[in-house]
């Protein structure tokens, strides 16, 4: 094989067969009444000037439907026809000089099923033939500003306001489809998972007294890199895990903190892990630590033990919550009356945040699609309460799901010294007695898990140390 056939091929073995698309397009066109569903591809992002461009990442709902990871394409499927067209520009001689051969969009649209395709302007020619027919065109909410404005182009709504125009119907049809999990998206997970567990272990090793958290972060990036495509989401690594998503990397480990990492990676298809530990720096877990993290692990397990199809997620988080609250009690932080606290919101003070979301081709899996509809659904609705309101995944769980576990437990200064002074929830809250956890930091473990028929598993070949005893001895 010479090089040049060596590159084309490269470019087709990152995906699967076209019949997993095909079956998905024709699912998609079941789900929905009539008229056009447009679904487009992202472009490069530009970081400081044009042709210096962040690094390449596809549309999600693009990747599902149409299979290929690189810029400047778009998709269309005709529900009333039974139709599928595919959309992009060849190369020139100008790209093949800069970038190598590529393969002709004919060729790439065959690749995913597609037997209709077409230059990328003629997208508008299409679009605007069948609104001149009154024909209702479906598309997806943007996310990315460029996309708006082509939106606006092919439909005239406003670029500001195509978010509000996108539809609904296509919304819950894509959220359905991409909710379960096929087998070959498990494969794709699992093996972003073990990508997961190099990573975490990696950060184990290194966390030692007098080390850069933004070395051992570089480090945990250039993991994902060198497996994946990239990590799944910007890493979280800190001594200061009580701020929930702490992007800042500049403190040097001290003896006696707990270093929080919170990280994931893709896979070559773009398919997502997302695992948290927290560890002491050094490796020896205190007293303290030991209490609050027994508490937290407990909370973990038990939302392993409950999750199975039919059971909604906000009962499994409020149970969890439950756990936390009983566990505080115990080391007199909480009083009262466990249920009647979880109820009130009164634990929110030590986990703000939900117990979990979906995940897949997304780290929050199609969040762009909005919240509402990815987690939550006309049974189970979303809460304004602080806390809960954070749930973002809260529906019935069905077989194939794949979502996180991630419990926490958090000393957050800040909101200590609000809620205190506002009185808030004295019937269970022992202020006096969290006054003096408020140099503690935070706590959160996080895995990733698939709901089975009659329960669930882990993603991933073997799960990332979790026991007190299997982090202190990995990083002896
Ligand atoms: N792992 C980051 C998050 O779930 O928000
Ligand atoms: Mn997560």
């Known amino acids: 094989m010479n090089s040049e056939i ?81 959309f992009g520009n060849d190369v020139d001689m100008d790209d093949i000089i800069w970038m190598g051969p590529q393969p002709s969009v004919k060729d790439l649209a065959a690749r995913v099923g597609v037997s209709k395709s077409y230059s990328f302007d003629y997208l508008k020619v299409i679009i605007s033939q069948a609104l001149a027919k009154g024909r209702k065109i479906h598309f997806l909410p943007p996310y990315r500003y460029d996309n708006m404005l082509l939106l606006e182009e092919l439909t005239g709504i406003r670029a500001c306001m195509t978010k509000q125009y996108a539809s609904k119907e296509l919304i819950q049809a894509v959220v359905s489809l991409r909710s379960v999990k096929e087998p070959c998206e498990i494969e794709e997970i699992d093996k972003a998972c073990n990508i997961g567990y190099k990573m975490h272990t990696a950060a184990m090793l290194l966390c030692k007294p007098g080390t850069k958290e933004q070395y051992i972060a570089g480090v945990l990036d250039g993991i994902a890199s060198s497996y994946g495509t990239m990590p799944s989401f910007a890493t979280i690594l800190t ?61 973990h397990d038990h939302a392993l033990e409950l999750a199975r199809p039919g059971i909604t997620y906000r009962s499994v988080h409020l149970d969890v919550c439950k756990v936390l609250a009983q566990g505080l009690k115990d080391l007199g932080l909480m009083k009262g009356n466990v249920d009647e606290a979880v109820a009130a919101g009164a634990h929110a003070l030590f986990m703000p945040h939900g117990l979990g979301h979906m995940m897949g081709l997304d780290v929050h899996d199609m969040e ?11 049974e189970t609705r979303p809460s304004t309460q602080f806390g809960l309101a954070s749930l973002r995944m809260g529906r019935k769980l069905q077989e194939g799901f794949v979502i996180t576990d991630e419990p926490g437990c958090y000393f957050i200064p800040a909101l200590i010294d609000k809620w205190k002074a506002e009185k808030m929830h004295t019937d269970f809250l022992n202020y006096d007695v969290i006054e003096k956890f408020k ?21 991933g070949e073997k799960r990332i140390p979790i026991t007190i005893q299997e982090i202190e001895t990995i990083m002896e």
């Open 6 to 86: 060596l590159f084309i091929a490269n470019f087709y073995s990152i995906m699967f067969d076209p019949l997993i698309y095909q079956n998905r397009r024709k699912a998609l066109r079941g789900k929905v009444q009539e008229g056009i569903i447009l679904i487009l591809g992202n472009n490069e992002a530009p970081s400081n000037y044009p042709d210096n461009t962040y690094k390449y990442r596809q549309d999600s709902s693009f990747l599902y439907f149409f299979g290929h990871a690189h810029p400047g394409y778009a998709g269309i499927l005709d529900v009333d026809e039974g139709e599928d067209y595919f």
């Open 368 to 378: 762009d699609l909005g919240q509402c509809y990815v987690g939550y659904d006309e």
């Open 439 to 459: 140099d503690f930091g935070g706590i959160r473990l996080e895995d990733d898990i698939l709901i089975t028929p009659d329960g669930s598993r882990f993603t």
């Open 239 to 299: 001594q200061n895990g009580q701020t929930l998503h702490n992007h800042d990397h500049s403190n040097i480990l001290e003896e006696g903190r707990l270093m929080l990492t919170d990280a994931g990676a893709e896979s070559i298809t773009n398919y997502c892990s997302d695992h948290t530990r927290t560890i002491p720096v050094g490796g020896k877990f205190t007293n303290r630590q030991k209490d609050i993290y027994s508490i937290v692990l407990a909370c």
